[in-house]
Each structure stands twice: as structure tokens, then as C-alpha cells.
T-cell receptor, first 116, second 115 residues
Framework: DAKTTQPPSMDCAEGRAANLPCNHSTISGNEYVYWYRQIHSQGPQYIIHGLKNNETNEMASLIITEDRKSSTLILPHATLRDTAVYYCIVRPDLGAGGTSYGKLTFGQGTILTVHP | DTGVSQNPRHKITKRGQNVTFRCDPISEHNRLYWYRQTLGQGPEFLTYFQNEAQLEKSRLLSDRFSAERPKGSFSTLEIQRTEQGDSAMYLC?????????????FGPGTRLTVT
């Protein structure tokens, strides 16, 4: 699986947009970009995923560059409850063959702190 | 609540004892994963089941670890002869089977402390 690079920490003011970057320069054509977050002492929570196009759901937006070598997770109006560790993960399509069974490979993530 | 559940939530044991954790996935999910997370690190994959078949095991899963999913529903993870290095959060996740992207839903975890 491709490796990802994220800043170790970021701050954001409550009510403002939080933009979390992720580099995945070795991503291959069949690999999706996933974002999960982990609030203290809880299990990781799925946020969003994408392949090529930008994606939006009720939690966040995902912007993937045209060359797919980097992406940005956007929380449009951050709240104090968004304080968490955010993980960017690259994973092959489960239909890609081989022995990919969909396991997630987590890095260190970005600690996002939302301030009042 | 129809999410992934794990029991117990916390377990304190003495070195050398055996422990067993249980995971109940979301009912229609065929895929089940176990991960381990130590302090300050992201979760690390341990093993994967599709229905009752254990299809992948990490090298992290030493001989002292065994996982089962006997009827393709709940799963258990047993650690024999626990060591202090086994202290960690053990996380279970489940997802739907089939092709294409499949997000995983995680349980709250079981925190193991080996004294």
C-alpha cells in the first residue's frame, strides 16, 4: 500500500474551516484515499473516501489533486468535538486481486486541536 | 445501538495469565478485522476474517495469540501467557463484503493492562 505523510499537529479556531493535508505521492491507480478520525479513547471513525473526484458528505469534503499525489480533508465549520487524531490512509480497491483483504494501514495521523 | 460492540471494555491482568476478548460486528457484515493500538501510535492490523475463515494474519500475531470466528458472527481474540508488552487497546472492526471500497466500522476497543 502507498505510504502517506501528514503533519503531526494542527490548530483551528472553532467555527472556521479545518484543512488537513495528506501527501501520497506513490499512490497507484487502483488505490483509494480514506480518512478516519479517532477521538480520545474511542475507536476510529470513518469520515470519507475518494478515488479521483472530489467528494462531500455530511461530515467533510475531500479534495484530491489531479495527479492524485495529495489530498486535503476539509471540515467546513470545525467544532470543539472535532478535536481528534485524523488519519489519511491509502488502500487498494478490494476488487484489485491479489491478497488485499482491505486491512487499513494507519500512520501517525494529524492531531487536530480546535480552540474556542 | 447496532454498531460494533466489544467486551470487556477494560481488562487488567497479571503477567502470565490468559485473557479473551469478544467482538460483535454489525450483523450483516461478513468481514471482521482485529487491530492493536499502543499509546501514541495508530492502530496496527492483526488479523482478518471473512465469515468464519481467517484469511490473513499479521506477523505481529505471535503464537500466543489466537482468534476465532466460529459461526461467522462474533469473534474472540485470546492471548495466552500475557506479557507486559501486550498492554494495548485491542480494536475490532467490521465491513460489508464484496468488491469496491468498503469502509470499516470500529468498536470502542478493549484496553488491556498487563501488570
Amino acid at each position: 500500500d502507498a505510504k502517506t505523510t501528514q503533519p503531526p499537529s494542527m490548530d483551528c479556531a472553532e467555527g472556521r474551516a479545518a484543512n488537513l493535508p495528506c501527501n501520497h505521492s506513490t499512490i497507484s491507480g487502483n488505490e483509494y484515499v480514506y480518512w478516519y478520525r479517532q477521538i480520545h479513547s474511542q475507536g476510529p471513525q470513518y469520515i470519507i473516501h475518494g478515488l479521483k473526484n472530489n467528494e462531500t458528505n455530511e461530515m467533510a469534503s475531500l479534495i484530491i489533486t489531479e495527479d492524485r499525489k495529495s489530498s486535503t480533508l476539509i471540515l467546513p465549520h470545525a467544532t470543539l468535538r472535532d478535536t481528534a487524531v485524523y488519519y489519511c490512509i491509502v488502500r487498494p480497491d478490494l476488487g484489485a486481486g491479489g491478497t488485499s483483504y482491505g486491512k487499513l494501514t494507519f500512520g501517525q495521523g494529524t492531531i487536530l486541536t480546535v480552540h474556542p | 445501538d447496532t454498531g460494533v460492540s466489544q467486551n470487556p471494555r477494560h481488562k487488567i491482568t497479571k503477567r502470565g495469565q490468559n485473557v479473551t476478548f469478544r467482538c460483535d460486528p454489525i450483523s450483516e457484515h461478513n468481514r471482521l478485522y482485529w487491530y492493536r493500538q499502543t499509546l501514541g501510535q495508530g492502530p496496527e492490523f492483526l488479523t482478518y476474517f471473512q465469515n468464519e475463515a481467517q484469511l490473513e494474519k499479521s506477523r505481529l500475531l505471535s503464537d500466543r495469540f489466537s482468534a476465532e470466528r466460529p459461526k461467522g458472527s462474533f469473534s474472540t481474540l485470546e492471548i495466552q501467557r500475557t506479557e507486559q508488552g501486550d498492554s494495548a487497546m485491542y480494536l475490532c472492526a467490521s465491513s460489508l463484503a464484496g468488491l469496491g471500497p468498503r469502509e470499516q466500522y470500529f468498536g470502542p476497543g478493549t484496553r488491556l493492562t498487563v501488570t
